[in-house]
T-cell receptor
Framework: KNQVEQSPQSLIILEGKNCTLQ??????????LRWYKQDTGRGPVSLTI?????NTKSNGRYTATLDADTKQSSLHITASQLSDSASYIC???????????FGIGTKLQVIP | KAGVTQTPRYLIKTRGQQVTLSCSPI?????VSWYQQTPGQGLQFLFE???????NKGNFPGRFSGRQFSNSRSEMNVSTLELGDSALYLC????????????????FGPGTRLTVL
């Protein structure tokens, strides 16, 4: 069964600090991996999308990495801001776009 | 450009009733996908429509159904509601079909919060 596991489940960091969220998956064959940010009470917003051949993708202070060999991805947030407080969801698509598997998400809280 | 809109935003129903949720995609988007989100299960894919045809379906019982109209607007229906159907139902639209379309971003609506009593 295809799975996407995210860690940690929740995280509290001080404003201005960096953090890294992890995503491990067993989805095969792999097509692409996306990271979404979901603010409380709102729908998810796409941050990055990476295909098999891409190792790194940046979007402002967000940098996603992908190691397709170990089936691991990470989302690094630099110089965190209070507005980064949200849930971050990792989504892996199976080849042939027939299926997607979502992680449960990591809930990040940035405190002043 | 207006984003994805969903109506209603909140809904309270009792067990056994049925409910219809509506989604209007971004103008020009022809693909609409529906998701259920609960704290314990996270996001789960329900189905995807493109050009009025269901292209993909998740592992949900037949009580969950949907349709798409010629203007790309979509509705989702849940019959014989159960307590476990309480969730946030999200709709997302994109230009082309296929959840794995590289480079094609899905845009989510704010969701409909359904509570079943």
């Amino acid at each position: 069964k295809n799975q996407v596991e995210q860690s940690p489940q929740s995280l509290i960091i001080l404003e201005g600090k960096n953090c890294t969220l992890q995503c491990n998956y067993t989805v095969s064959p792999f097509s692409n991996l996306r990271w979404y940010k979901q603010d409380t009470g709102r729908g998810p917003v796409s941050l990055t999308i990476m295909t098999f051949s891409e190792n790194t993708k940046s979007n402002g202070r967000y940098t996603a990495t992908l190691d397709a060999d170990t089936k691991q991805s990470s989302l690094h947030i630099t110089a965190s801001q209070l507005s980064d407080s949200a849930s971050y969801i990792c989504v892996v698509s199976e080849g042939g776009y027939q299926k997607v598997t979502f992680g449960i998400g990591t809930k990040l809280q940035v405190i002043p | 450009k207006a984003g994805v809109t969903q109506t209603p935003r909140y809904l309270i129903k009792t067990r056994g009733q049925q409910v219809t949720l509506s989604c209007s995609p971004i103008s020009g988007h022809r693909s609409v996908s529906w998701y259920q989100q609960t704290p314990g299960q996270g996001l789960q894919f329900l189905f995807e429509y493109f050009s009025e045809t269901q292209r993909n379906k998740g592992n949900f019982p037949g009580r969950f159904s949907g349709r798409q109209f010629s203007n790309s607007r979509s509705e989702m229906n849940v019959s014989t509601l159960e307590l476990g159907d309480s969730a946030l139902y999200l709709c997302a639209s994109s230009l082309s079909p296929g959840l794995a379309g590289a480079g094609d971003t899905q845009y989510f609506g704010p969701g409909t919060r359904l509570t079943v009593l």
